[in-house]
C-alpha cells in the first residue's frame, strides 16, 4: 500500500465532519468512564489493526470493564464486555443522533450505564446543539472512512518512531477526538504558569512546558492536511528558527505559531517517511533549543538509554 495515499479534505469533508462527532459521542463515553490521567491522557483513541479503540473502561465507575472500537475494515461501531458480550452499530446511513441513540442502546444491552455529562459537541461550530437532535451530519462513505484510518495508521508508525529518540517524560502516540488529530508530545517537567482565566481542559494539557507534534485532517483555517509541531509556551523568536525541508514553513494560529509540513508536500518527496523524521527533528531542534532544554541529556538514539546497551558487540 502507498505510504500516504492522497486524502484532499475537499474530497472527504461531510464525511470527516460525521465521523469527527462519532468520536466525540463515544469519546465523551470514555471521558466518564475512565480514570483520570495527568494531561488527559486517559481520554484519546488508539489505533488497531482494523479501526480506533477506547481501551478497557469502567470497573472504577461500578461498570463492567468494556471497550468500543470503531472498525473501518467492516464499518461497525463493536462494544465489548470483559466476559465476551458485544453489540454492534453500523456507521453507514447513520446520523449523529441516531448514532448517539444506537450506541448508548448498545451500551444498555451490555448492562453498562454511562452519563455523558455534557452531550454536545466539543469546540465545535454547533457545540450548543445535542448529539440526540443532529440529524444535518450524516455523510459516511467507506471508501474515505478506510482511508481516514489508513492515513492515521502510517502516521501513527512514524510517531513512534520519532518518539524512540526521547528519553523524557512523553505522551503516547494518540488520536485526540475533539480536535481530531493524531500527537505524540516531549515534556520537559517545567511548571507553565497560566493566568486564572484560562479553562481546566487547557490548564491540564498545559500544565508543564511542552514541545508537541502531530498530524491534522485539514480544517476550515487551515484546508488542508499537515504534519505540525509547536511549543508550549512558546519561546521568543521560535518562528525564526529553520525548518526542515524547504517546503516546511511556521504559520501563526491562535496567537502562536505553527510549524507546518503540508501533508501534499511530504508526499513529494521521494523518501516521505524520512522527510517527515527530519521534519519533526528540525521542529523539536528549534522550541526544545529556544527552551533552553538539554536535548543531550534527553536523548534516547534507537530507543535505549543505556550506553553499553548502543555498543555494537562482536
Known amino acids: ?3 500516504f495515499p492522497p486524502l484532499p479534505l475537499a474530497e472527504w469533508q461531510d464525511t470527516k465532519e460525521t465521523l469527527h462527532r462519532f468520536a466525540q459521542v463515544v469519546g465523551k463515553i470514555r471521558l466518564a468512564a475512565s480514570a483520570r490521567r495527568n494531561h488527559w491522557w486517559n481520554v484519546p483513541f488508539h489505533v488497531t489493526g482494523r479501526g480506533i479503540t477506547t481501551r478497557p473502561m469502567g470497573q472504577v465507575d461500578g461498570n463492567p470493564v468494556f471497550t468500543i472500537d470503531f472498525d473501518f475494515v467492516d464499518h461497525q461501531l463493536v462494544v465489548t ?3 465476551g458480550r458485544a453489540m454492534s452499530v453500523p456507521l453507514l446511513g447513520q446520523s449523529v443522533a441516531s448514532f448517539h441513540n444506537s450506541a448508548l442502546a448498545a451500551l444498555a444491552a451490555l448492562d453498562v450505564r454511562v452519563n455523558i455529562g455534557n ?3 466539543f469546540d465545535l461550530p454547533d457545540a450548543a446543539r445535542p448529539f440526540a437532535e443532529d440529524t444535518e451530519h450524516a455523510t459516511y462513505d467507506p471508501v474515505q472512512a478506510n482511508r481516514y484510518w489508513q492515513v492515521l495508521s502510517q502516521v501513527a508508525l512514524v510517531l513512534e518512531e520519532f518518539a524512540a529518540g526521547f528519553s523524557g517524560k512523553a505522551s503516547p502516540v494518540h488520536h485526540f477526538w475533539h480536535t481530531f488529530d493524531i500527537a ?6 517545567r511548571h507553565m504558569d497560566q493566568p486564572p482565566q484560562v479553562d481546566p481542559v487547557t490548564r491540564e494539557a498545559y500544565s508543564r512546558e511542552l514541545v508537541s507534534f502531530g498530524f491534522w485532517f485539514g480544517d476550515d483555517a487551515f484546508a488542508e492536511p499537515a504534519f505540525y509541531s509547536y511549543t508550549a509556551p512558546e519561546p ?10 524547504a ?3 511556521w504559520v501563526t494560529r491562535n496567537n502562536s505559531h505553527l510549524a507546518v509540513l503540508p501533508y501534499g508536500a511530504a508526499r513529494a518527496e521521494s523518501d516521505p517517511r524520512a522527510v517527515v523524521l527530519d521534519f519533526y527533528e528540525s521542529a523539536y531542534e528549534a522550541g526544545a ?3 533552553g532544554w538539554d536535548i543531550a541529556g534527553f536523548g534516547c538514539p534507537g530507543g535505549i538509554t ?4 548502543a555498543v555494537p558487540r562482536v
Do not use: C, I, K, V
Open 119 to 121: 452531550p454536545r459537541p
Open 184 to 189: 505524540y508530545s516531549r515534556f520537559s517537567e
Open 1 to 3: 500500500m502507498e505510504l
Open 306 to 309: 543505556d550506553p553499553q546497551l
Open 236 to 245: 521568543a523568536a521560535l518562528a525564526g528558527e529553520p525548518l526542515r525541508p
Open 289 to 291: 533549543a529556544r527552551a
Open 247 to 249: 517546503s516546511a514553513h
Open 81 to 83: 464486555t470483559l466476559d
